[in-house]
């Protein structure tokens, strides 16, 4: 157990426990499963599900043949996760539903990354560069009526998430360091008028990572590299800082029966790490803590559209 001493508008020291000693590679994509109080998450470079079920101990997993950057909750009781370049539909006990589906005329040097599911149950999911050094990458909406472009231009999409009311989008191109947010369309999933900057770190701070929103309408982001999570107010102030026993926070959801524990998802830094205790702390650990707020259900996705067909995404003027 570690102390976290919180800075900012809220001062406050908040404990934080080690959920898990699962040393991922890189863990992402964390996200609450309120159908079977279950919490799931991803390591990206393992290609690698893992699971707990509430009052679980330790985790467990299956492999995919893709490295698995994000996945969500599906209609159907199962799951669906953007892999690769590719989408795979998943059963309630993590098995492969038919053929994964491709995604069209997505670049070989990119892969699937950062993705979440809308407030009516649209999944918003983008991709990253492998070498993360150039801009090529989009990010994709699927609804009721199938793929559609969002947004492109990225070198690391991270994110995103979504306001209570599902009106407003937060999401990052990682490396600018900044947090972009824009009002949203839920019904279609695109953004009205021009995103505009949220909050820009400082270099000492990190480079943003996933987040999350809680019911007060403020936005949680983990800073990889940066060993903090920063809550921000809803008109960008920031509300408090936590500094966390790990240098490469990745991704965050509220969870929980009651929605009021905060699950942190990390990554390894690539240096030898040893465990100096039972309760230690790790680089790639998963981490919990209560901070004071409680968040949102997470929707399930319709994903009845994703054919056993190559899933194209449609030219501008289509549809």
Not at 27 to 49: A, F
Not at 190 to 203: K, M, N, Q, S
Not at 268 to 281: F, K, L, N, Q
Not at 297 to 305: F, L
Request: aromatic share 8%; net charge negative; glycine share 12%.
């Amino acid at each position: 157990m570690h102390l976290l001493a919180g800075r900012g508008a809220t001062d406050v020291t908040i404990r934080i426990h080690r959920h898990a000693a699962v040393a991922n590679t890189l863990g992402e994509g964390v996200v609450w499963d309120s159908r079977r109080d279950r919490l799931v998450w991803v390591d990206i470079p393992e290609r690698s599900i893992l699971w707990m079920d509430e009052g679980d101990r330790t985790p467990r997993r299956v492999a995919l043949d893709d490295s698995p950057g994000c996945i969500a909750l599906a209609i159907d009781g199962g799951y669906l996760v953007a892999a690769g370049r590719r989408l795979y539909c998943l059963g309630d006990d993590f098995r492969v539903l038919g053929e994964p589906r491709s995604v069209a005329d997505v670049p070989a040097t990119t892969r699937f990354n950062d993705g979440k599911a809308d407030r009516e149950g649209g999944f918003v999911f983008g991709a990253c560069h492998v070498d993360e050094t150039d801009a090529i990458c989009s990010a994709f909406y699927l609804g009721r009526a199938g793929l559609a472009p969002f947004a492109s231009g990225f070198v690391v999409f991270n994110g995103p998430a979504f306001s209570p009311s599902g009106d407003r989008i937060y999401y990052t191109n990682s490396p600018t360091r900044r947090i972009m947010t824009a009002r949203y369309r839920s019904a279609s999933g695109r953004i009205a008028g021009r995103p505009e900057v949220f909050a820009t770190l400082r270099p000492e701070a990190g480079c943003p990572d996933g987040m999350t929103v809680d019911v007060e309408g403020c936005l949680w982001n983990a800073h990889w590299d940066g060993a903090r999570l920063t809550r921000y107010r809803p008109d960008g102030v920031v509300d408090r800082v936590l500094e966390v026993p790990v240098a490469r926070p990745t991704s965050l959801c509220f969870g929980g029966p009651s929605l009021d524990t905060l699950f942190v998802t990390s990554a390894a830094t690539g240096e030898p790490t040893e465990r100096d205790g039972p309760e230690a702390i790790v680089d790639g650990d998963l981490l919990r803590l209560t901070p004071g707020v409680t968040g949102l259900a997470e929707r399930p996705v319709d994903d009845r559209s994703v054919s056993a067909q190559p899933a194209r995404i449609p030219a501008k003027g289509e549809g």
